[in-house]
């Protein structure tokens, strides 16, 4: 039960991490390909859009399949969502990252407290879900601060060389 814990709390923090870094990286790759502002708002939008309709379907799942397994295939969801993102040579191709990215990160909360729920009682199972929202604000805290300190000293023609290095 412990190992579970700690991956269901990693793949929280990695939601969270997920979720907010694109509001650091959008801006270099709205310049980068030359992107409407309109265009950023319906790829930030389809990302919100499939996060927000996964979390209803997510705690359908976890009922059906276990908290477990649904964390780890929205974890590889998003994987995938992210490695499209972040090749980014199109807006369709991140647009494409950010839906499966808001696919597999929806269900990631739902994941968290269902397990909870099944395994701790009492003011153990609150202590559990007030530690699990911590890390979930720390996934946060290091999406948006750190990321945006390491593009401000790599600057974003490095950023974009590491990103576009293999092809």
Known sequence: MVIATILLLTGYFLSAF??????????????????SSSAVGVISSMFFATYAVMQVFGSMLCVRFGSLRIMTVGMLLS???????SIGSSP???????FLMGLGIGPA?????AFLQENFEGRSYTLWAGFSVMVCNLGSACSSGPLNQVLRILGTTVFFRLLTYSR
């Open 18 to 35: 997920l979720k907010i870094s694109a509001s650091i990286t959008m801006p270099m790759f709205q310049q980068r390909l030359g992107m």
């Open 92 to 98: 369709a191709l991140i647009l494409a990252g950010r």
């Open 79 to 85: 994987a995938g969502g992210t490695l499209c993102f």
């Open 109 to 113: 909360f739902v994941s968290v407290i």
